[in-house]
């Protein structure tokens, strides 16, 4: 069936285009005014608008509304309100007030807030993001207005993602212009960080899905033997979409459309059973609430087609896992990229500052921003030559660096190296045009061509912490070059020499080469750079004397607030892990082991028998088979008896990062001596009597 794209994008979004039909001019006018340069609307001005949006909602078929927020546990959250008030006169009226499209109120103390509230204390506040506009879901339960929000404590600490999201980005905005009138920018009234980020995904079968209790609790396996065959061929990436994932992904594309979302990539993924979509680049704070939106709509479509929507970083072991590349850039609100090069980005002084500026971030800041992608999933996939190393590097490719290395050596003059022509030899084929640099899919931070890629972004993570973290880092260097450039007599010649001091002082955090390889985890700490391995390495930048500098000086965090994400962030890796070692030890004392000990009877009573018919017979091979099992299913029975008194032992230490350090050192090692006997008996055991779909099954019968 043929769709219009143009018909039916943004149809169930209260755009500026619908605002603009359905409020008085000056109404739309004062909200315009506010969106654009921050301040307040009046009640009467709010009373208005919710008005028109209750209307409109209502003619999509909306019956409750909700303020869609975004809490500590990465994903959304939404209460339903109908627009039902007290009936008048055995009349059914239908309300939103100003008041309730400004504020509404939630009980905080059912959320993350890492000791920012007291336990016995439960107001929180949510309050609209004018910002990121209003949207119809369409949802089993209903058609729901939702009217995006912050969501703060009740003595106003940031109990979200959004609320630290925006603050960074008034703090980049502010250092960007300042550094946009020195080169005699006066137009620009803000600086708005651009925002894509690539999701990728697996999908599976919903009948298989549901017999694999390790999927259903930890959206992981955390059983399974390898499949004959996975990626080994290279024949998934980018080929033909089989007919059920495509019409999953013409559903999830409409339904995208729809939201606003502009949807536009899709292809097969390297893994088997694993794809990505893409959007186009929009302003951060909405590509943060776009990318939340279309996570939750990949699951919900993907029940309608009898699939799964798995977004764990690593659902199969001994394949690729997934992330998502989080596409920044930083441009004017009158069109100005601040990372386009040009054609001569050798004689680009602002570009070349930008660049100098954000090299310094990233050298001086590498842990913070290591520990902005750390989710408890990405430890099963970042470093594990699949994504990009722990260590954080920026690629700049050939042509930027060697204009780098001129300037770091002072040479007379900076010379560009060329792109080139590609002729194929075919003759019916068009001489291409080739970068100056090819791409590196090893790195961490790359330049591609008029926007950093950071890739270290797990496929389930919210994107907010990542960017915030961006922000506040370049805002700071930014600020720090204002600083000195404002005082400078001239101008062009202090720019100069910044650059240099920068580039010069920061070079170590280039490099351009195989992030998989030992030689850069070598390499990379002989240059001083950190190699934060896990998670629980990670969070303790957060709360460096640093960080919080950073953080509170552009007022993006208070030291309270980042001390309760810190702890969060090990209380979340301590639940995370434990569920997972808690449904191992299910599974394994609930499914395989009976499942193995029933196979050893069946096979132990066939060789008596046959033994007992034919005297003489060959039993050699059931013989060594019974022993083979028998030894694994010992070794997994000893290693099930020693995880379930660990896990008691390291759930008394006091303190949550020793309990969090303890997890990973001692509890993980232990679930993977588990893992190794079952996943040996897998390929042991007859299929029939397995009890769990295998890999094979979960990864080609899609």
């Known amino acids: 069936m043929s769709v219009n794209i143009t018909e039916i994008f943004g149809s169930n979004v209260f755009s500026t285009d619908v605002m603009r039909e359905r409020l008085p001019k000056g109404v739309f006018r004062e909200v315009m005014d506010v969106m654009e340069n921050g301040g307040n609307i009046s009640i009467e001005t709010a009373d208005i608008v919710a008005n028109a949006m209750k209307d409109w909602a209502v003619e999509k078929g909306a019956t409750h509304y909700t303020h869609w927020f975004q809490p500590l546990t990465g994903i959304t959250a939404e209460k339903h309100d109908s627009f039902l008030t007290r009936p008048e006169n055995s009349r059914t009226l239908l309300q939103l007030t100003g008041k309730q499209l400004i504020m509404g109120e939630s009980d905080a103390s059912s959320f993350p807030s890492g000791g920012l509230r007291s336990t016995h204390y439960a107001r929180g506040y949510t309050a609209w993001d004018m910002t990121s506009p209003a949207f119809v879901k369409e949802m089993t339960a209903g058609t729901i207005l939702c009217i995006p929000t912050i969501f703060v404590s009740y003595h106003g600490e940031a109990l979200?993602?959004?609320?630290?999201?925006?603050?960074?980005?008034?703090?980049?905005?502010?250092?960007?212009?300042?550094?946009?009138?020195?080169?005699?920018?006066?137009?620009?009234?803000k600086v708005i960080p651009q925002v894509g980020s690539?999701?990728?995904?697996?999908?599976?079968?919903?009948?298989?899905?549901?017999?694999?209790?390790?999927?259903?609790?930890?959206?992981?396996?955390?059983?399974?033997?390898?499949?004959?065959?996975?990626?080994?061929?290279?024949?998934?990436?980018?080929?033909?979409?089989?007919?059920?994932v495509g019409s999953f992904m013409a559903d999830l594309n409409q339904e995208l459309w729809k939201l606003g979302i502009p949807a536009t990539t899709q292809h097969n993924e390297v893994a088997p059973a694993q794809h990505e979509m893409a959007p186009i680049f929009t302003m951060c704070n909405l590509a943060v609430d776009q990318n939340q939106l279309t996570m939750e709509t990949m699951k919900r479509v993907a029940t309608r087609h009898?699939?799964?929507?798995?977004?764990?970083?690593?659902?199969?072991?001994?394949?690729?896992?997934?992330?998502?590349?989080?596409?920044?850039?930083?441009?004017?609100?009158?069109?100005?990229?601040?990372?386009?090069?040009?054609?001569?980005?050798?004689?680009?002084l602002q570009f070349l500052l930008v660049l100098s500026c954000i090299m310094k971030a990233v050298d001086v800041h590498a842990d913070l921003l290591r520990q902005s992608a750390s989710c408890v999933g990405n430890e099963h996939r970042l470093g594990g030559q699949e994504a990009p190393p722990a260590i954080i590097s920026i690629c700049l490719g050939d042509q930027l660096e060697s204009v780098v290395d001129q300037i770091v050596?002072?040479?007379?003059?900076?010379?560009?190296?060329?792109?080139?022509?590609?002729?194929?030899?075919?003759?019916?084929?068009?001489?291409?045009?080739?970068?100056?640099?090819?791409?590196?899919?090893?790195?961490?931070?790359?330049?591609?061509?008029?926007?950093?890629?950071?890739?270290?972004?797990?496929?389930?993570?919210?994107?907010?912490?990542?960017?915030?973290?961006?922000?506040?880092?370049?805002a700071e260097a930014l600020c720090d070059a204002a600083d000195v450039l404002e005082q400078a007599p001239d101008f062009s010649s202090a720019c100069s020499q910044l650059i240099h001091e920068n580039m010069a002082r920061h070079q170590r955090i280039i490099f351009n080469g195989d992030g998989y390889s030992d030689a850069w985890v070598a390499e990379a700490a002989r240059r001083g750079l950190p190699n934060l391995a896990s998670l629980v390495d990670a969070v303790p930048a957060l709360t460096t004397e640093k960080a919080v500098r950073l953080f509170t000086k552009f007022g993006i965090y208070t030291q309270s607030e980042l001390e309760a994400r810190a702890e969060i962030m090990y209380e979340t890796y301590i639940k995370v892990t434990k569920i997972e070692a808690n449904t191992m030890i299910h599974m394994a004392s609930k499914h395989y082991?009976?499942?193995?000990?029933?196979?050893?009877?069946?096979?132990?009573?066939?060789?008596?028998?046959?033994s007992a018919a034919c005297p003489e017979a060959d039993l050699s091979v059931q013989r060594k088979l019974l022993t083979q099992i028998s030894d694994y299913l010992s070794q997994a029975s000893c290693a099930l008896e020693q995880l379930k008194p660990l896990m008691e032992r390291v759930d008394s230490i006091p303190g949550v990062k020793e309990m969090a350090l303890a997890y990973r050192t001692a509890v993980v090692p232990a679930m993977d001596a588990l893992r190794y006997p079952i996943d040996a008996l897998e390929l042991l055991v007859d299929k029939s009597a397995w009890p769990v779909p295998t890999y094979g099954d979960l990864m080609f019968e899609v």
């Open 198 to 244: 690539e999701q990728e995904y697996f999908l599976v079968d919903r009948e298989k899905y549901l017999k694999r209790r390790d999927l259903i609790y930890t959206g992981r396996t955390l059983f399974g033997a390898p499949s004959p065959k996975g990626q080994e061929l290279e024949d998934q990436y980018f080929g033909v979409i089989r007919d059920r």
């Open 409 to 474: 050596s002072n040479a007379d003059s900076i010379q560009l190296l060329a792109s080139g022509k590609l002729d194929s030899g075919v003759s019916t084929v068009p001489v291409l045009s080739r970068d100056a640099t090819d791409r590196n899919r090893t790195t961490p931070f790359a330049f591609t061509g008029n926007k950093f890629e950071f890739r270290m972004v797990g496929s389930s993570d919210s994107i907010a912490d990542a960017n915030v973290t961006l922000n506040a880092i370049v």
């Open 593 to 610: 082991i009976p499942t193995v000990i029933s196979y050893t009877t069946r096979l132990a009573q066939s060789i008596t028998s046959v």
């Open 306 to 348: 009898g699939l799964v929507c798995l977004l764990h970083e690593k659902p199969y072991a001994g394949v690729n896992g997934s992330g998502k590349h989080n596409n920044w850039s930083i441009g004017t609100d009158t069109g100005e990229n601040l990372l386009d090069p040009g054609d001569t980005p050798n004689e680009n």
């Open 160 to 189: 979200d993602k959004k609320t630290p999201l925006l603050r960074s980005m008034q703090a980049i905005s502010t250092q960007a212009l300042r550094i946009l009138r020195l080169f005699g920018n006066t137009a620009a009234k």
